[in-house]
């Protein structure tokens, strides 16, 4: 296996390839840094022009887009709170408070380096798994799918402390909104009066940049000013105190990272879900969890370590057999056609130093592309001095304009303004954003494995025990549900010992 690894790592250090390789990842920062755009729209762009090219070069180009969009996404979701890429949307919740406390340069170096020690890890993890690809896709079937779904609503869900109410009030308008579209089960639409372009639902990139950018550039304008008050910190942030943060929470680069592979390799669940996950499990790993959502530059690093390790693992499904689990990966697999490189489990046996070499290329545009951040953490950081009556409503045209680009379609315009506006009255009366993201990215995924799991069992519930996966699955999600009131007891006898020994 060892001389597989060194022979991806030999074709991919030719001049040629290192080029491609090195335009990719410029191309993805700048991709990634454009709300709306991301990777699948470079990727495609891309793609009739790698015709020409050998399958390893265009592999290598195609690796250092894919290793570099979530780096250009961080940033501006850091210094404006919009997301280049729908995972970075994770990134917002806490990366765009530091910004205003005038530690973009903090939050920057932290994303950055996470992002590179995610990619690391995550290459680590796929370089073990590859060998055993076939027999852990097919470990989750729609039981699996279905609990899972359910396991992520239900830790944010438990995550969102002191709005539960709230919290669970958000979450089902998500649903709600989730279930707009052709029914998959049935075979009609539902809720669309009409309107053809929610036969597809409600697209989630449109929502989540109304949701964000345009909702945070609304408030802006609102309140007026810059987006940092403090004009000294910006100026004086130093480029590595990020890096430095990064190294000091090991557990949770790690703890995210895994939270990527793991959810990376399963079809259909894609990088929100990780990200928003690993931010999820940290929030509720933390002794401080009212800090989460101001600032704390964890909920920075969590969901930046699961995007990139993601990355990598996603290729598994892509790669042994054919299934894409997001429109990146989709786009990506024509490529693959494209170049006569035919996804399934023969590639994986004919393929080796292609499939390897892609590897490498991921985690060396991730790197690279982390140290690019880093140099220009002092130069971008100065973006948040500028007045709201300025940069707001170029962050807005820009939003839109993404949001349009996507497929070319004016009602995703339409969607994203909608949802800025409701993001704007969710800012205003302090009602979590981050229930309605994971409602909007689980709930149809939920609802069609539901049926297919029901038809599985005939009808019976207990298609959800019988299986090892979904048991553990099963078991998670009700211990999360008891947890809460477990702690309340805890403090309860906790409190009622205090003062028992304090009697006299």
Request: one cysteine or more; aromatic letters at 6%.
């Amino acid at each position: 296996m060892m001389h597989v690894w060194l022979s991806g790592i030999e074709g991919l250090l030719q001049l040629k390839e290192l080029t491609f390789l090195a335009l990719g990842m410029i191309i993805g920062l700048i991709f990634g840094a454009i709300p709306g755009i991301g990777g699948s729209t470079a990727l495609a762009l891309l793609m009739p022009l790698t015709y020409g090219l050998e399958p390893f070069t265009a592999l290598a180009l195609s690796g250092g887009v894919m290793g570099a969009v979530p780096m250009g996404g961080s940033i501006t979701a850091i210094l404006l709170n919009a997301p280049g890429t729908a995972p970075n949307a994770a990134t917002c919740l806490d990366g765009y408070p530091l910004a205003q406390q005038g530690k973009a340069g903090l939050a920057i170096g932290a994303a950055a380096s996470a992002n590179s020690l995610g990619g690391i890890i995550g290459t680590i993890s796929v370089l073990a798994v590859l060998p055993i690809a076939k027999e852990l896709v097919l470990l989750f079937g729609p039981p699996e799918f279905f609990l899972l779904a359910i396991l992520g609503l239900v830790v944010v869900a438990t995550t969102s402390r002191g709005k539960m109410l709230r919290g669970l009030v958000t979450g089902g308008f998500g649903l709600m909104v989730a279930f707009i579209g052709y029914n998959d089960v049935v075979g009609d639409v539902r809720f669309t009066y009409g309107i053809e372009y929610l036969w597809d639902g409600v697209h989630l990139v449109p929502a989540l940049i109304g949701l964000f950018a345009v909702a945070e550039m609304m408030n802006l304008m609102v309140k007026g000013g810059p987006v940092a008050k403090d004009a000294g910190t910006v100026k004086v942030t130093r480029m590595m105190s990020g890096v430095i943060e990064t190294f000091r929470h090991p557990g949770t680069v790690l703890r995210g990272s895994i939270v990527g592979t793991v959810v990376g390799a399963i079809p259909g669940v894609g990088g929100v879900v990780a990200s928003f996950l690993s931010y999820s499990l940290t929030v509720q790993a933390s002794k401080d969890q009212e800090s989460f959502g101001k600032g704390n530059i964890k909920g920075v690093i969590a969901p930046e370590a699961a995007i990139n390790a993601k990355d990598g693992s996603a290729l598994i499904p892509t790669l042994a057999f054919g299934i894409p689990g997001s429109a990146e990966m989709a786009v990506f697999l024509g490529i693959l056609v494209l170049h006569g490189l035919q996804p399934g489990p023969l590639m994986l046996v004919q393929n080796q130093t292609e499939i390897y070499g892609l590897v490498w290329a991921l985690t060396a545009s991730c790197i690279l592309a982390s140290c690019i951040g880093l140099v220009l953490v002092r130069p971008l950081a100065m973006i948040t001095l500028i007045e709201s009556e300025v940069l707001a409503p170029v962050v807005i045209c820009i939003a839109l304009i993404g949001s349009y680009a996507i497929d070319g379609q004016i009602g995703n315009v339409v969607v994203s303004a909608v949802f800025g506006v409701l993001g704007c009255l969710m800012l205003r009366f302090d009602y979590p954003r981050l229930t309605v993201v994971v409602a909007l990215v689980l709930g149809g995924m939920a609802e069609r494995n539901f049926h297919q799991s029901m038809i599985m069992g005939d009808g019976s519930w207990l298609i959800f025990a019988t299986r090892w996966v979904s048991g553990i699955l099963l078991a998670s999600i009700i211990i999360l549900l008891g947890s809460p009131v477990l702690r309340a007891l805890i403090r309860r006898i906790r409190k009622q010992t205090v003062v028992a020994a304090g009697a006299p």
